[in-house]
């Protein structure tokens, strides 16, 4: 059996991690003191029960899986309607398999119902671990596709199996055991943020007799705040959600920090690097989304505090070699060319 979950790791689906959070939702949350909610969702004793608050569509809408080489398959997602203002939309997703005992047959339209992974009333396919009454924690499964920077698609996919039950292989001591440890540890009571990622499972239709493996794929838990620019920032004074700021391990007053983002940029990248990051951190206070981000933020305040405003550093210098990316992604962060979109004004 284990052979055969293994060659079925094939199909797995790779996406891209981002950062996240396990704090409540804007949208509210309570806290459990049961091993199980009313409705049979897992939810971990004394863990915050997550309502993200995601509209999907209540009809039926078709997906098509393909392979591609990275990820290993796509979802391709139709007949979303259009008058519903809903958090999906016909386009291309990547995703994850939920069931190892099938294959998926690819290249064919399947009608499917969509859920949210923290809705209480998903199919039992998805709420039951395979041959098991357990219940599967689909908060561990979104903290994980959260957190899996570093690992490998076969490593989050086996991870992923694990938590449904499947009991794949996983060496003692290897790279997919200590990412199963850390979702084990950190996990539990995770409750996406807007900006991260959420897991939407996709339930075949009883009228579909098409061969079909459940499956899963992510889309970014929408936000409402919207992000501002450098300049911005610099000339609006009145619009700072914050009196102070740090920088590089250094705080700065509001005052100071404006006049430091105010310096000619033209040839110390220094002061390229302190416009775009405190931009970003005044966004981020505001409260727009971040899963985009990373660990960029960690990053460039790490290179500031090696090369602080004033440093010298020139746009041809290894510094900045290591400086630059980190300061565009902040710059199309700030510009709503990522994750969050771009205030009008």
Known sequence: MKNKIVIICAIAIILVGVSASINT??????????????????VPRG????????????????????????????????DVPTDGDYDV?????????????????????????????????IPDSFKYKYQSDSLVDWGLINYLINHRTGYTRMEV?????????????????????ELLNDVLTNG????????????????????DTTTFQRCFFEIVLPTTECTRSQGYWKNHEEAWPVDSITIGGVPY?????IDIMKHN??????????????????????????GCLGD??????????????????????????????????????????????HCDD
């Open 25 to 42: 939702l804007n949208t509210g949350g309570s806290v459990n003191t049961s091993a199980s909610n009313n409705k049979g969702v897992f």
């Open 47 to 78: 863990a915050v029960v997550c309502n993200p608050g995601l509209n999907l569509p209540t009809t039926p809408v078709t997906v098509i899986a393909t392979y591609t080489a990275s990820p290993y398959f796509n979802i391709y997602l139709s």
């Open 89 to 121: 939309a016909d386009g291309n997703y990547p995703g994850w398999c939920a069931q190892a005992e099938i294959w998926m047959t690819r290249g064919v339209e399947i009608g499917v119902h969509l859920y949210s992974s923290y809705d209480p009333n």
């Open 157 to 177: 996919q086996n991870v992923i199996w694990e938590l449904l039950g499947y009991n794949p292989y996983i060496p003692s001591g290897s790279d997919t055991e």
């Open 188 to 207: 539990p009571g995770f409750c996406p943020q807007p900006g991260d990622l959420v897991a939407i499972l996709c339930d075949k239709i009883t009228t």
């Open 253 to 257: 007053t509001k005052a100071n920090a």
């Open 265 to 290: 940029s033209a040839q110390d990248m220094t002061y390229q690097m302190f416009q775009q990051l405190v931009a970003t951190k005044l966004n981020l206070i505001r409260g727009t989304a971040s």
């Open 296 to 341: 960029t933020v960690v990053d460039a305040d790490e290179w500031m505090e090696a090369h602080p405003p004033g440093s010298g550093v020139t746009a041809d210098s290894e510094a900045w070699d290591t400086g630059e990316p980190l300061k565009d992604t902040l710059d199309d962060y700030n510009n709503g060319l990522l994750c969050a979109p």
